[in-house]
Antibody, heavy 125, light 113 residues
């Protein structure tokens, strides 16, 4: 059974960067897409972006386009999300989640069937 | 971007009663090539990550009790819990994954009356 295990809580200053990791075990990393979703305190789910590790292809939400980078290390089955120029509004729980990848145009690459436990990020001066 | 709108924002239902949550998309999420609706439902309990409940609008994910059902097509979808149990208290989100970005609805908070 696949498991996604995220790195621990972070406390950052405004203007700094944070890099959260998501290690995937129990499955074949190259068969997946990894998506990052964030949730502000008391808020809803917000899609940030995803990566197809097999191809190294990324897609980002427009509002994060200039500040986020999602990468994947196939040798360790780990995905990373780096968010730069942090502001207080970035205080949130950050989740990684898995979907299956296939080459078909109809492939549901954003159907998220397994989730990490979440990484709380606090941005405060 | 496709906009997903859920109603109501919150809902209180008695134990054993039916709970119904609606989700509407601003454009169809039915993919004509395979006749599938790219609409999923997730359940999020306090302090936990979301959990996939329903995919293809009406298929239950593995291990999901059969009191949960999904219906609808195109732009209008419904999640129904046929007989509410105490462990169903959660926030429920719909998500379209037809297009990028795969947007979530704003969530519906389900409580016990």
């Amino acid at each position: 059974q696949v498991q996604l295990v995220q790195s621990g809580a972070e406390v950052k200053k405004p203007g700094s960067s944070v890099k959260v990791s998501c290690k995937v075990s129990g499955g074949t990393f190259n068969n997946y897409t990894i998506t990052w979703v964030r949730q502000a305190p008391g808020g809803g789910l917000e899609w940030m972006g995803r990566i197809i590790p097999l191809l190294g292809v990324t897609s980002y939400a427009q509002r994060f386009q200039t500040r986020v980078t999602i990468t994947a290390d196939k040798s360790t089955s780990t995905a990373y999300m780096e968010l730069r120029t942090l502001r207080s509004e970035d205080t949130a729980m950050y989740y990684c989640a898995r979907a299956f990848y296939c080459a078909s145009f109809s492939c549901p690459i954003s159907l998220l069937d397994s989730w990490g436990q979440g990484t709380p990020v606090t941005v405060s001066s | 971007d496709i906009v997903m709108t859920q109603s109501p924002d919150s809902l209180a239902v008695s134990l054993g009663e039916r709970a119904t949550i609606s989700c509407k998309s601003s454009q169809s999420v039915l993919y004509s090539s395979n006749n599938k609706n790219y609409l999923a439902w997730y359940q999020q309990k306090p302090g936990q990550p979301p959990k996939l409940l329903i995919y293809w609008a009406s298929s239950r994910a593995s291990g999901v009790p059969d009191r949960f059902s999904g219906s609808g097509s195109g732009t209008d979808f419904t999640l129904t819990i046929s007989s509410l149990q105490a462990e169903d208290v959660a926030v429920y989100y719909c998500q379209q994954h037809y297009d990028t970005p795969p947007v979530f609805g704003q969530g519906t908070k389900l409580e016990i009356k």
